[in-house]
């Protein structure tokens, strides 16, 4: 049974492309163990040693997440920021040549009505 799990364990590696040599270790540490070639003591180290690439593997996965993440948000605001000031100043551009127009539409009454 242990070794078929070792099987699977290659298998998996083999996906991962670039596995952690400790991974490597602790599988062939493993097939030595089931074989009788290898001592429970040297199963533990290697399992540990496994174990601490697993553990290295997820913070360094989780690091990246954040990081990741966090560069998004700052380019969401950013890019929210500058999408409000282009709207704003549109805003405010229209209304001041509504305003312009307006003012000129009463001066233009006001002469017509004074001559």
């Keep these: 049974m242990r070794l078929l799990a070792c099987k699977w364990a290659r298998e998996a590696l083999a996906v991962a492309g670039n596995p952690d040599p400790r991974s490597v270790a602790a599988v062939d540490c493993a097939e030595r163990f089931a074989r009788g070639e290898a001592t429970t003591e040297e199963l533990g180290t290697a399992r540990d040693a496994a174990r601490g690439a697993a553990r290295h593997a997820a913070r360094a996965a989780a690091w990246a997440a954040a990081r990741d993440a966090a560069r998004h948000a700052a380019w969401a605001a950013a890019w929210a920021a500058a999408r409000d000031a282009a709207w704003a ?18 001066k233009s009454v006001i002469e017509k009505l004074s001559c």
């Design 89 to 106: 100043a549109a805003r405010a551009a229209a209304r001041d040549a509504a305003r312009d127009a307006q003012i000129a539409d009463c």
